[in-house]
């Protein structure tokens, strides 16, 4: 029978440093940002809304939030499996709702702008499944962690240090 050591002799890359702590440094924008963030998870199922948070992240190659929405949709009670196959959830389509593989094309399509305007049939698909005052706040949701991922991205903001319930 093998025992399992911990290899306690591996050394991990150093963290890289932050650029910027814009959130000192424009704490009126931060405090609106938080404000807005608020806002537009009114009436978004708390699952659907971190995964598409979890989603338009990792689209941008934001650290901070695919670590801060990954722990927020554990503690609001999403599964692991569907979470690590979100970065691949056209190939696994049968761990989402209709519902939510709309919210996340109409993710993309929102994210990705630079391969043209959001299309008709990823817009229409959506508004199948969400009425227009949801699909309005799941619209908000995705331009928000944009914005989110382009202060984390730009600032260097380091993942790893969030605890559910805290704010970036």
């Excluded at 990954?70 to 190939?91: F, P």
């Excluded at 008709?120 to 699909?135: G, P, S, T």
Aim: proline share 4%; aromatic share 8%; net charge negative.
């Amino acid at each position: 029978m093998t025992t399992y050591t911990e290899d306690t002799s591996t050394a991990y890359a150093s963290e890289l440093p932050v650029r910027l702590r814009w959130a000192e440094h424009a704490p009126a924008v931060y405090k609106a940002m938080i404000k807005l963030d608020t806002a537009a998870r009114q009436g978004l199922d708390p699952k659907l809304y971190e995964l598409v948070k979890i989603r338009a992240s990792q689209i941008n190659h934001c650290a901070l939030c695919i670590d801060m929405h990954t722990k927020d949709a554990l503690a609001a009670g999403e599964s692991v499996e569907r979470i690590i196959l979100l970065n691949a959830w056209e190939e696994s389509r049968h761990y989402y709702t209709e519902k939510e593989l709309a919210a996340l094309e109409l993710t993309e399509a929102v994210t990705v702008l630079t391969d043209g305007f959001v299309p008709d049939e990823v817009y229409e698909k959506a508004a199948k499944h969400f009425e227009e005052a949801e699909l309005a706040q799941l619209i908000s949701a995705i331009a928000v962690i944009n914005a989110w991922n382009r202060f984390g991205v730009t600032c260097r903001m380091t993942p790893g240090h969030y605890q559910p319930g805290q704010h970036a």
